[in-house]
């Protein structure tokens, strides 16, 4: 073997996983997550497993030049985590030290994150991937977030995205305190906030529009009336050609108070956690 290709295995044979490390130690914002998702697309970390009782049989007594037969049923088990209410977790660490610094002992299988992608489309045994457990850099992800890194999206798709990261932006740097109680108008063709409402609480996982005008939209279906107590916030955009002039954060909560009647519903604005981040 010549020394270019000598070269070439050990540059693929080291793992640096410096700069997923580097954001790790920092408090991952809500900007910094695309830079922080995008290391960790192209990473190769550590993943602990056990391998099969015949993975490495006959090995001992080879000798060089020999061809082994991999047994059919050879392969490995990752060594998952597990919470107190059974769901599974995928065990991730950047590197054999920051793993035997948490205490963990174990085989470990070095893979690229997209083929462990590919691995857990396949199954619906995890319901999470967790970097560098039981560490001050711990991370969780999802396991529909983490698949979603690698899937392939339409240019429509990815606009749709980039309007809403500068929307969170906005509502992050612009939003303002509410000085007096205010009331909102939501009104749709279908009753949105009370069909996916959970035991009356409506939760929006994206930013949504709202109407400061009681009149907005009178010739739609189902009206919704959000009351918004003082100091709750809100980001003004303006008056739009729409009457939708309110944008209010994902993941505020709104419980429901009461059904004036069958098309009319009225919510209370509650915890704004978004803002607490």
Avoid at 114 to 138: C, H, I, R, W
Avoid at 182 to 211: H, Q
Wanted: hydrophobic share 40%.
């Amino acid at each position: 073997m010549d020394d270019k290709h000598l070269e070439e295995l050990k540059e693929e044979a080291e793992i640096d996983n410096s700069k997923l490390e580097d954001v790790l130690e920092k408090e991952i914002t809500p900007e910094m997550q695309e830079e922080f998702f995008e290391i960790l697309k192209d990473s190769r970390l550590f993943m602990p497993v056990s391998f099969s009782a015949d993975m490495f049989e006959g090995l001992e007594d080879a000798k060089p030049g020999d061809i082994l037969e991999t047994p059919k049923e050879t392969g490995f088990s990752i060594n998952c985590l597990t919470n107190s209410d059974g769901e599974k977790a995928v065990p991730l660490f950047t590197s054999d030290d920051v793993m035997r610094n948490a205490g963990v002992k174990s085989s470990v299988f070095v893979i690229y994150m997209s083929d462990l992608a590919g691995m857990l489309e396949q199954t619906d045994k995890y319901s999470t991937v967790v970097v560098n457990p039981f560490t001050p850099s711990e991370i969780n992800i999802p396991i529909q977030a983490f698949l979603n890194l690698f899937m392939e999206i339409s240019d429509d798709e990815r606009e749709f995205l980039d309007s809403i990261n500068e929307l969170l932006k906005a509502l992050k740097e612009h939003s303002v305190e509410l000085e007096e109680n205010s009331t909102l108008f939501l009104r749709l063709d279908e009753n949105f906030m009370v069909d996916n409402a959970e035991e009356g609480v409506f939760t929006p996982p994206i930013p949504f529009y709202a109407s400061s005008d009681p009149k907005y939209r009178e010739d739609l279906k189902y009206t919704h009336i959000l009351l918004m107590p003082k100091s709750k916030r809100i980001l003004p955009i303006g008056p739009a050609e729409n009457g939708l002039d309110v944008v209010i954060a994902p993941g505020t909560q709104f419980n429901l108070e009461d059904r004036l009647d069958e098309f009319t519903s009225l919510w209370m604005c509650g915890e704004q956690p978004f803002y607490e981040e």
